[in-house]
């Protein structure tokens, strides 16, 4: 498998690293469906004969296992390089849907808990960590461009899979015309066969495409020394191990918490939520489950570009201050929504898309955010150790809501005030997150790694 190694990913000269992104591109759009998972939902909860909590479980383990193995793979990542990553995350992820159909067509949930939750997330983590931090060496100019363009594919990926599956749903149900009608189990099978193969063959194409500068190599004209702009902004480097034991990692861990909480817990249930919102009295919904499902890809628009233009503005504005964007501004959005949503449907997709900005731009803009603070030597580790945060917030953001909706009735029967309780909860975190952001400052020395006696010409290395 020496092809897979690092060493045969190396860029010759003259290389144009405008051709890396499409490569990362092609394993974040195909990992992104996660956010996807609304789309069947319901029809998982029928099939099931289980509760939303139940069902949502299938996410949380995702998000769970996405954090886990990007913490516990990181250094493995930064040794071995994006190609052997990429691949592993897309045997790990087209393995995830089978194990996860065959629970599907066997009637046992458990299965699909370890197929797409558990063997699926490991591909998530693995997947997400491995391009990201290869074109921040690619783009040491632009960390925060670098980070959107390849986060943006993560958050683009339910554009593509929400109508893709919805339009697979009804080609494998024959009852897809009758009126309020839920996919089968048979057809969500069939579903997950399906993105296996393709999101199988389209990630191989990232891992085979993908490219890492050689050793010394930095974009013409740029200057390393003039990317000091900032307080925060270091010059320093320091490991992945004592980067935990820093006070500004934690802060950095719990503002991402809340800002991922807060996003998740709405894209979770993107789909029956809008329907949910616009209850009628009789119980039937103003927006059909077509329209939901354009909703979702709706939000994953907002979810993309918000990664990619929050994330590049940042090289502006600086890490801290557009975090504090998404917090500050983020909690009164989040005010708006739970008391005023339901007005008009206009005023809920426009809160919604800018929420959901926020939410992808706390991602995209993060792993800049750890390059100001700590420096490129390990900051793909780092990064991985820093999704841990993801991982708690894919357990409490469906649990908060999830908890909530059941508390208040079954699907079907939900409406905006039910919502209430769960966005309210979400202020409160969001507000959390922004103390915690204001708190940070620049690390101590003492946590940086000795510098060499000699100037190094290049970027440290810091992966693979």
């Given at each position: 498998m020496?092809w897979l190694?690092?060493e045969?990913t190396i860029?010759p000269?003259?290389?144009n690293?405008?051709?890396?992104?499409?490569a990362?591109?092609?394993?974040h759009l195909?990992?992104?469906?996660?956010?996807a998972?609304?789309?069947?939902?319901?029809?998982l909860v029928k099939?099931?004969?289980?509760?939303?909590t139940e069902?949502g479980v299938i996410f949380?383990?995702?998000?769970?296992m996405?954090?886990?193995?990007?913490?516990?793979?990181?250094?493995?990542v930064d040794?071995?390089?994006p190609?052997k990553?990429?691949f592993t995350s897309a045997?790990f992820?087209a393995s995830g849907?089978v194990?996860?159909s065959?629970g599907?067509?066997?009637?046992q949930l458990w299965?699909?808990y370890?197929?797409?939750?558990?063997?699926?997330?490991i591909g998530?983590?693995?997947?997400?960590?491995s391009p990201?931090?290869t074109l921040i060496?690619w783009f040491p100019d632009?960390?925060?461009?670098?980070?959107?363009?390849?986060?943006?594919?993560?958050g683009?990926?339910?554009?593509?899979?929400s109508?893709?599956?919805?339009?697979?749903?009804?080609m494998y149900?024959?009852?897809?015309g009758a009126?309020g009608w839920?996919?089968?189990g048979?057809?969500v099978?069939k579903l997950?066969?399906?993105?296996a193969?393709?999101?199988?063959?389209y990630?191989?194409f990232?891992?085979?495409?993908?490219k890492?500068?050689a050793?010394?190599w930095?974009p013409?004209?740029?200057?390393?020394?003039?990317?000091?702009?900032?307080?925060l902004?270091?010059?320093d480097?320091?490991?992945?191990?004592?980067?935990?034991?820093?006070r500004?990692?934690w802060?950095?861990?719990v503002?991402?918490f809340?800002n991922?909480?807060?996003g998740i817990g709405?894209?979770e249930?993107?789909?029956p939520?809008?329907?949910d919102?616009?209850?009628?009295?009789?119980?039937?919904?103003l927006v059909?489950?077509a329209v939901a499902s354009?909703f979702?890809?709706?939000?994953s628009?907002?979810?993309?570009?918000g990664?990619f233009a929050?994330?590049?503005t940042?090289d502006?504005t600086?890490r801290k201050?557009?975090?504090?964007?998404?917090?500050?501004?983020g909690?009164?959005?989040?005010?708006?929504l739970?008391?005023?949503?339901?007005?008009t449907?206009f005023?809920?997709v426009?809160?919604a898309f800018?929420?959901?900005?926020?939410y992808g731009?706390?991602f995209a803009?993060?792993p800049a955010y750890l390059r100001?603070?700590?420096g490129?030597f390990?900051v793909?580790?780092?990064?991985g150790?820093?999704?841990?945060?993801?991982?708690?917030?894919?357990i409490?953001?469906?649990?908060?809501v999830?908890a909530?909706l059941?508390?208040?009735?079954k699907?079907?029967?939900?409406?905006a005030?039910s919502?209430?309780?769960?966005?309210?909860?979400m202020?409160?975190?969001l507000?959390?997150?922004?103390?915690a952001?204001?708190?940070?400052?620049?690390v101590?020395?003492?946590f940086?790694e000795?510098r060499?006696d000699?100037?190094?010409?290049?970027?440290?290395a810091?992966e693979a």
């Amino acid at each position: 498998m020496g092809w897979l190694d690092r060493e045969q990913t190396i860029a010759p000269p003259g290389f144009n690293r405008w051709l890396v992104p499409p490569a990362a591109l092609a394993v974040h759009l195909c990992i992104g469906q996660a956010y996807a998972t609304s789309v069947y939902k319901t029809a998982l909860v029928k099939h099931f004969g289980a509760s939303l909590t139940e069902i949502g479980v299938i996410f949380s383990i995702a998000i769970v296992m996405l954090g886990l193995s990007a913490a516990i793979m990181g250094t493995w990542v930064d040794k071995n390089g994006p190609r052997k990553a990429m691949f592993t995350s897309a045997v790990f992820w087209a393995s995830g849907f089978v194990v996860g159909s065959l629970g599907i067509f066997s009637g046992q949930l458990w299965l699909v808990y370890l197929g797409y939750g558990f063997i699926g997330g490991i591909g998530l983590g693995i997947g997400y960590i491995s391009p990201v931090s290869t074109l921040i060496k690619w783009f040491p100019d632009r960390p925060g461009l670098a980070t959107g363009m390849a986060i943006m594919g993560f958050g683009g990926g339910a554009l593509i899979a929400s109508p893709v599956s919805t339009a697979l749903l009804k080609m494998y149900d024959p009852n897809s015309g009758a009126k309020g009608w839920v996919a089968s189990g048979d057809s969500v099978g069939k579903l997950f066969l399906t993105l296996a193969v393709v999101y199988l063959a389209y990630m191989m194409f990232g891992a085979f495409t993908i490219k890492v500068p050689a050793e010394g190599w930095r974009p013409a004209g740029f200057d390393p020394s003039k990317v000091k702009a900032a307080k925060l902004i270091t010059t320093d480097n320091v490991s992945a191990v004592n980067a935990v034991k820093t006070r500004q990692f934690w802060l950095v861990w719990v503002a991402l918490f809340c800002n991922v909480t807060a996003g998740i817990g709405i894209l979770e249930q993107a789909a029956p939520m809008i329907q949910d919102f616009f209850r009628q009295s009789d119980g039937v919904s103003l927006v059909s489950a077509a329209v939901a499902s354009g909703f979702v890809g709706l939000l994953s628009i907002g979810n993309m570009s918000g990664r990619f233009a929050w994330s590049a503005t940042s090289d502006t504005t600086g890490r801290k201050r557009i975090y504090m964007v998404f917090l500050g501004i983020g909690a009164v959005l989040y005010t708006v929504l739970a008391l005023a949503g339901s007005t008009t449907t206009f005023l809920y997709v426009a809160l919604a898309f800018v929420i959901i900005s926020f939410y992808g731009g706390g991602f995209a803009t993060a792993p800049a955010y750890l390059r100001d603070l700590f420096g490129t030597f390990q900051v793909g580790a780092i990064h991985g150790r820093l999704l841990t945060a993801w991982s708690a917030a894919g357990i409490a953001g469906p649990l908060i809501v999830n908890a909530f909706l059941d508390a208040q009735g079954k699907p079907g029967q939900l409406t905006a005030g039910s919502y209430q309780p769960a966005l309210l909860t979400m202020v409160g975190l969001l507000i959390i997150g922004f103390v915690a952001n204001l708190l940070v400052k620049p690390v101590d020395a003492r946590f940086h790694e000795p510098r060499p006696d000699q100037v190094r010409n290049d970027e440290p290395a810091m992966e693979a």
